[in-house]
């Protein structure tokens, strides 16, 4: 019986008490919190519904607290459930009900864990988007680890995902890099807020060897030469780094697509019209602070030109005319202002605000022997995705990257991640994988095969249910990482189950030694381990990092 059931179970139970004494049904909330206390010795599981709910309804919460011991404690699979305190209720499950999360593990293989609860839903998931004028930064490399796992969970419980990348082809950093390639070009010093770093001077050789007359081509159709070829260079190196990363998306959007097919001008007639922008100090603004915003924001500036915001509308209004639900931007910890703005400008075009939805990612360091690491040896200024993957690899990046919160800035430890011991999160969990797979091989060996008829009802070591309620755990974390857009959540849930394992296998033994015979226990150990080794396999594959067979 995993969390989820037994939850259902406290609810129903809750539920024919109110019938049976006439109490408002509406009082229950429709989720019933049930976890693990903190020492086990009070139980499997426990859940403070009575100290919720009880005094709404008119009761003591211990008097409910017993009411629902009752009902539960006759339940197959209830070992028993026993009231503490003030109103808690402890329950153990049955040794064969605890074991049967075992065998819905190896039945659902790949597919445990996932659920339905975002089913229906068209989710425009937009991260990364980095400029095309240099190479990824570690906030950029933050993004596409954290954003493509959370791709991954929002699939995973049934929303159809679209992952894009808008990329900002359009605007004055353009202008910059291309400037930065025509000097590097002609070997001229790096111009005022220009870009440097080895990798401008290699696109510019390389706009050279396509276009060996850019040169001598007039201003305008030299800037035009460097712009098309170089920035396209630009973009196909990004799109290169991003999938070496593991992270593909499904489309790219080009920020220049909307000036030039005349997106922009048609939203800001159509706000004209329809009165969401005003005319002031010789520019139009959008009425922003109606709709929660603390200032209205200029949408064609003073000069005719529009401004950052007016590709902001029509960028949204295409996602929405493309049929999404909700667009969930991720950005940088210099966009907070967005937020509000991005509302703002859905309110505007006639849709609910929360069609937007805005993460702000905290900033990435690199450490390295107690200092920051600065300088990349390609870029010049900042730490880059390849400078990243070079240090410790893409398993090891894209796991501690996804393991932490992204509300809080984040310094990577380079000589942590080196480590190949259990002070390595990414190690600690892929070795118990691999552990469990080596398991596996030497079962096999032994002509030891995973049975269906397992009976799991035999695994009562305390070992052994702190290993089943941890995997039982797993959909629980799925769901709610989802959820709360936290893919964090799974790292330190497998960080746990590994744990959990480790503290098993140094207390269980599964295999038979010498000339002993299997025994009916080696089987269901054997189940257990296999499940154990098929979650992790599960979660470390929603962060979109390896389980290794062998370390």
């Given at each position: ?224 030469t460097f712009r098309r070829v170089g920035v396209g260079l630009m973009f196909s190196q990004i799109k290169k780094s991003l999938h070496e990363f593991g992270t593909d998306f499904d489309v790219f959007f080009h920020e220049d697509s909307l000036h030039s097919s005349g997106a922009v001008d048609s939203v800001v007639q159509e ?21 929660g915003d603390d200032k209205d924001r200029v949408v064609i500036k003073s000069d005719g030109a529009p401004a950052y915001i007016a590709g902001d509308i029509a960028y949204l209004r295409d996602k929405i005319n493309r049929g999404f639900d909700l667009c969930i931007y991720m950005l940088g910890a210099d966009h907070h202002g967005y937020i509000a703005r ?210």
């Amino acid at each position: 019986m995993t969390p989820a059931a037994l939850a259902d179970l406290v609810r129903s139970s809750a539920v024919q008490i109110f019938t049976d004494r006439g109490l408002d049904l509406s009082i229950l909330p429709e989720q019933v919190t049930v976890e693990r206390p903190r020492n086990p010795e009070h139980g499997d599981y426990a859940t403070n519904l009575a100290l919720q709910v009880a005094k709404k309804a008119g009761l003591q919460p211990r008097e409910f607290a017993e009411a629902l011991a009752d009902v539960i404690s006759s339940t197959s699979g209830i070992e028993s459930a026993e009231v503490a305190g003030p109103g808690f209720l402890n329950l153990r499950l049955a040794a064969d009900a605890q074991g049967e999360i075992v065998r819905q593990v190896l039945d659902a293989g790949a597919d445990y864990g996932r659920g339905d609860s975002l089913a229906g839903q068209r989710i425009n998931l937009e991260f990364v988007s980095a400029n095309p004028t240099g190479p990824i930064h570690l906030g950029g490399t933050r993004w596409a680890a954290v954003g493509d796992a959370l791709g991954r969970l929002l699939t995973a419980q049934g929303a159809e995902v679209t992952r894009e990348y808008y990329f900002n082809d359009a605007g004055a950093q353009i202008d910059r890099f291309v400037s930065s390639l025509i000097a590097a070009a002609r070997k001229e010093p790096v111009p005022e807020n220009g870009y440097a770093g080895a990798y401008v001077d290699d696109i510019a050789a390389q706009v050279l060897r396509e276009e060996p007359d850019a040169l001598s081509l007039p201003e305008d159709e030299c800037r035009e030469t460097f712009r098309r070829v170089g920035v396209g260079l630009m973009f196909s190196q990004i799109k290169k780094s991003l999938h070496e990363f593991g992270t593909d998306f499904d489309v790219f959007f080009h920020e220049d697509s909307l000036h030039s097919s005349g997106a922009v001008d048609s939203v800001v007639q159509e706000l004209k019209d329809d009165g969401s922008l005003y005319f002031a100090d010789d520019a139009w603004w959008l009425r922003s602070t109606e709709h929660g915003d603390d200032k209205d924001r200029v949408v064609i500036k003073s000069d005719g030109a529009p401004a950052y915001i007016a590709g902001d509308i029509a960028y949204l209004r295409d996602k929405i005319n493309r049929g999404f639900d909700l667009c969930i931007y991720m950005l940088g910890a210099d966009h907070h202002g967005y937020i509000a703005r991005l509302k703002a400008a859905a309110a505007a075009l006639g849709h609910s605000p929360d069609a937007v939805e805005v993460l702000i990612g905290q900033m990435v360091n690199l450490v390295s022997g107690g200092k920051p690491v600065r300088m990349s040896k390609r870029a010049g200024t900042v730490v880059t995705m390849e400078d990243l993957v070079e240090a410790v690899g893409v398993d090891a990046a894209r796991y501690e990257l996804s393991r932490y919160s992204v509300d809080a800035s984040l310094d990577i430890d380079l000589d942590l991640l080196r480590k190949h011991t259990n002070e390595n999160p990414v190690f600690y969990v892929q070795y118990a994988h691999a552990r469990l797979a080596s398991l596996q091989r030497n079962a096999a060996e032994l002509n030891l095969e995973l049975r269906s008829d397992a009976d799991v009802s035999l695994l009562t070591h305390p070992r052994e249910g702190d290993l089943i309620r941890t995997i039982g755990e797993f959909p629980a974390v799925l769901k709610t990482a989802a959820e709360l857009r936290e893919p964090h959540r799974v790292a330190r849930y497998l960080e746990s189950l590994a744990s959990a394992y480790h503290k098993f296998y140094d207390v269980a033994r599964v295999l038979p030694q010498g000339d002993e015979e299997p025994t009916p226990l080696t089987y269901a150990r054997l189940a257990l381990c296999e499940a154990t080794r098929q979650v992790l396999a599960n979660g470390l594959s929603l962060l979109g990092v390896s389980a290794p067979e062998r370390m």
